[in-house]
C-alpha cells in the first residue's frame, strides 16, 4: 500500500482517496473521526472556499467541511479514477 | 363508545406527571429530521432547519394514540453518545436521564436519515447499548429514493438486533400512521441485544462492573471506559465506587494503549458501520446529483463569495421594494381610520385616546409586517434549502481572521430575523470563547425590530433615487446591515483579543446538501413569527401606545384653551375666509404643542432633553427613544403618538409629520446629520430587555449582558454625538 505523503489536504478537487492513517492527537481531529473520517473510509475533495481553505469533503454521500490545517493528519491513499 | 368516557377526569385534574403514559426521546443525527417529525406526530410548531444545529434545547409535545398519551422531547441532533458541544451535552444528559427535572427516558424513538446512514449508524449503534425500548424512523425516504439509494429494510433490522424500523417521509406524513401505532406500543417493547462490534470492549466493561458498589448499564460503563472520569460521567463514577475507580485507569491503560480512545472508538465502529452498509444499502449514492453541482458551484470561491452578497443584496431590496405597496395601504387605512374615529367621536379624551393613542401607536408599528415577513421568508428559505451552512463554509477563512470561526456565521445570520434565536443558536459553537465572542456580536446584527426604525427613517428622509439596480434608500439599508456586521465582527475580534484571548477557533461542519425547501414548513414558520408580531403589536406595543398616550395628554392646561380662544377671536377680526382657516389650524397646533410640552412626557422629555441635545434630539426624540429601551420598535408607536397629538397632527403620516417637525424657533429638527446619528444610535444600542435576559441565561452570568448593555449604549451615543456634531459643523 503505496501512501506517499498524500493527506486530505493534498487532494485535488474531484479525487478520491482511500484514509489509511489519522494522526489523532488533537482534539479536533477526533471529532472528525467521529464524524466519520476514520481509517478506512473513501472520501472524496468535493470543494474548497477561498484560498483553499476549508475544504469539502464528501464521504458516503454526506458532506464534511474541515480545515487544512486539520486535513493534513490524515494520511490518505489516491483511489483511481473510475473506480 | 367507549366505556372510559364516563371516568374521564379534567386534563387539569391529572396530575402531572400521570398525563402522560411515557415518556419518548426523539434522538438523531443533527438535521436528520427530527424536528419534522416531531412536529408532524405532535402538531407542535418545532423551528426547522435545514443546517445541523437548529434544535438547541428540549422541546416537549405529546402525542395521543387511541387512549395512550405519549410524552414526546424533540432533543438536538448527536454524532455520538460522548458529547462534544453544549447541544449534544444536552441531548445526551437527557438520554442518560441526567438532565435536572427530568426522568429517564421510557424509550427511544430514533431519527434515522435514509440519505445518510453511514453516521445515522453510528449512532444507532451506541444507542442500542442503552438497552431501552427503541423504534427506528427511517425518514427521508423519498430523498433516498430520488438519489438512487436503495435500502434493504429487513437486512437493515437484522443487523440492528431486530429493532422494528418504519421508512416515513415526514414532509409528507408518508407512513406515520404506522409509526404512531409503533410508538405508542414502545413501552412495552423488549430491548433488543446489544451488538458487539468490540469484543475487547465489552470484555473491559465487565471486569469494571464487577467491583462495582452499585449495577451500571453497559452504556454507562462505556462512557466512563472511553470518556474516562470527566465531570459528565461523575454520577456513574460513583456508582463504581472506590475500588473500582481506582481499576478504571488501568483498565483504560490495557485497552488504549497511547491511542487516543474516542480515536479508536471511532475507528472501530464506523469499520462495523461499514460492514452493516456494504449489506443493505444497494446502491451507493450518486456522488454527483444536481444539488452537488450546485453546491460544488457555489462553493467556488468567486463564484460563491459574489453570490452570497448578491443574495444578501437582493434580500435587502425586496424587503424596500416589494413591502412598499401593501405599507403604503396600512399607512393610508390607518390614517383614515383615525380621522373617522376622531370625526364619529368628536374632540375629547376618549377619542384622542383611540385616535392618537391606539390607532396611531399601534398602527405605527404594525404597518412593518409586511416588510418583517419578507425578511423573515428570505431567512427561512436560506435555512431550509441549506444554503446558511454553505456561508458559514464560505465564510470560515475571513472569520479566522478576526478570532472565529465560520460556525459563528449561522448564529450571525439567525439575529438578522431576532437576536434572541441567533443567540442561542451559539450553542452549537463548541468552544466557551468563541461562543460568548460570538454572543456579544449577535445583538449588532440588525434585527426585524430595528427594521422599522430604519425603515421609517429611511423613507422619510432618504431619496427614494436609483443607484444602478438598486434603489439608493435600499442602499442606504443595505450599508447600515453591513455597519452591524462590522460592528459585531469588531467587538468579536476585540473581545477575542483581551478578556477572551484563547487558541484559535476550530472548525468542522456538517454540510447537508440543497434542498427544495418545504413550503408546508415554510408557511406555518411564517404564520408562526406573523402571530408573534400581531401579538406583541397586541400586547406590549397596546400598552405602551396607551401609556405614552395618557403621559403625553395629561395633565391639561387650564389656561391654554380660553388662550386659543382669545387668538381666534382676534384673528376673526382681520381675517376672513381661507386665510382665516389657515390661522385658526396654525393657533391650534401651537396650542397642541403647547399643551404636549407640559404634559407629563413633556416635562419628562424635558428633563432628560440635555443629555441628548448634543445628538441634535428635542425632547420629543429622547423620550421616545428612552421609551424604547425595553423593546427597539417601541420606539416608533412613541413617535406614532407623540407627533399625533403634537402641532404636526395634521401633516397626515407619521413620516410627514417627522419632516415638519421644528425646533422652537423653527429649525428641522430631522436634518441629515441629526437622522445618521439617529440611525447609528440604533444600529448600536442595545434595547431589548428579551436580548439582554437570553444572554444572561446563555452566559450563566450578569457579567456579559451588564458589559453588552453599556458598551453597545456608548457606541451608539458615542456615534450619533460625533455623527451630529461632524455634520453640523
Ligand atoms: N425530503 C425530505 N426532507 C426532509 C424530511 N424530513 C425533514 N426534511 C428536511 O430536512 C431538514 C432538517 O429538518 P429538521 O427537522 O430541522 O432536522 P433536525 O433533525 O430537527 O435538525 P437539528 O435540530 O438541527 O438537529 C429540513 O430542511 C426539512 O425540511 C423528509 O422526510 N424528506
Ligand atoms: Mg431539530
Known sequence: ?83 | MTKRSEIRIPANEIPFAKRSDASIAVVGNPNSGKSTLFNRLTGLKQRIGNYPGVTVERHIGLLKVDDKVIELVDLPGTHSLSAHSLEEHIAVDVIFGRMQGMQKPDGILVVLDATNLYQGLFLVQQLIDLKLPMVVALTMTDAAERSGVGIDIERLRQALGGVPIYPIVATTGAGLPQLRLAIADMPSLVPTERIVVWPELTEAARELSHDAREPLRFAELERLLIDGPIDANREFLEKLGGNARGKLEAVRDSLFGIEPPIAKDARIRYAWVRKVLAEVQHSAPPFYSWRVQIAAFINRPVPGTIGLFLVMAIVFQAVFAWATPIMDLIDAGAAVLGASVTQALGEGAFSSLIADGIIAGVGSVVIFLPQILILFLFIILLEDSGYLARAAYLMDRAMRSVGLSGQSIIPMISSFACAVPGIMATRVIPNRRDRIATIMAAPFMTCSARLPVYALLIAAFVPARQVGFMNLQGLVLFGLYLFGIVAGILTALLIRKTALRGPKPSFALMLPEFRRPNLQTVFIQLLGRAKVFLYRAGTVIFTVAVIVWALAYFPRSESIAPAVERQQTIAAYTLSGEELAAEYQRIENVAAAAQMEQSWLGRAGHFVEPAFAPLGWDWRVSSAVIAGFPAREVVIAVLGTVYAVGDEANEGTLSGRLKASTWPDGRKVFTLPMVIGLLIFYACCLQCAATLAVIRRETNSWRWPVFAWLYMTSIGYLGALLAFQLGSA
Open chain 1, 1 to 83: 500500500m503505496e501512501i506517499n505523503g498524500n493527506t486530505l489536504a493534498t487532494l485535488k478537487r474531484g479525487e478520491k482517496g482511500i484514509i489509511r492513517f489519522v494522526d489523532a492527537a488533537d482534539p479536533q481531529v477526533q471529532r472528525l473521526m467521529v464524524l466519520g473520517l476514520v481509517e478506512g473510509a473513501e472520501v472524496e475533495h468535493a470543494s474548497s472556499a477561498i484560498g483553499g481553505d476549508p475544504m469539502e469533503f464528501r464521504l458516503f454521500g454526506c458532506g464534511i467541511s474541515l480545515r487544512q490545517e486539520h486535513a493534513k493528519y490524515f494520511k490518505v491513499s489516491p483511489v483511481a479514477a473510475g473506480d
